[in-house]
């Protein structure tokens, strides 16, 4: 089982408005938390959720969610900073299960994206293996 999560996290305080980030970014929060959050879900062992195969010539080339995920905020940072938004509070989450082998990959146009921009990239990783081992116990 493999699963990755993405989310775009925006770290709020009391009184900022969850609808207002949603109107400047587009989108609305589709993952619970007292943040404002947007999450895509890949799920490598669901075939209705695996996603079309594409041959790309470059591995820069291949869409990620570093890109998704800066083409929401591109050109909205000032708005947001209207609403109490700063860069600082901006974080990409990366949650992936993996059995056996984790392994992740940026390229450095990605990474270059995310310092520009000021954005905080998080991963969390765990085996699920290891989790299912514990609860035969």
């Given at each position: 089982?493999?699963?990755?999560?993405?989310?775009?996290?925006?770290?709020?305080?009391?009184?900022?408005?969850?609808?207002?980030?949603?109107?400047?970014?587009?989108?609305?929060?589709?993952?619970?938390?007292?943040?404002?959050?947007?999450?895509?879900?890949?799920?490598?062992?669901?075939?209705?959720?695996?996603?079309?195969?594409?041959?790309?010539?470059?591995?820069?080339?291949?869409?990620?969610?570093?890109?998704?995920?800066?083409?929401?905020?591109?050109?909205?940072?000032?708005?947001?900073?209207?609403?109490?938004?700063?860069?600082?509070?901006?974080?990409?989450?990366?949650?992936?299960?993996?059995?056996?082998?984790?392994?992740?990959e940026f390229t450095p146009r990605q990474l270059?994206?995310?310092?520009?921009?000021?954005?905080?990239?998080?991963?969390?990783?765990?085996?699920?293996?290891?989790?299912?081992?514990e609860s035969q116990e």
């Amino acid at each position: 089982m493999a699963k990755n999560q993405f989310v775009l996290e925006l770290e709020i305080e009391r009184g900022q408005s969850k609808e207002a980030i949603s109107t400047i970014l587009g989108v609305e929060p589709n993952w619970k938390s007292k943040n404002w959050c947007f999450a895509v879900v890949r799920d490598y062992d669901n075939d209705d959720c695996i996603e079309e195969i594409i041959e790309y010539e470059h591995f820069d080339d291949i869409p990620s969610f570093v890109d998704q995920f800066i083409d929401l905020l591109d050109g909205k940072f000032e708005q947001l900073a209207e609403v109490g938004i700063k860069k600082s509070d901006i974080i990409f989450w990366q949650y992936y299960a993996y059995d056996g082998q984790c392994n992740l990959e940026f390229t450095p146009r990605q990474l270059k994206k995310l310092g520009d921009n000021e954005i905080r990239l998080c991963i969390s990783c765990w085996d699920v293996s290891a989790q299912e081992e514990e609860s035969q116990e």
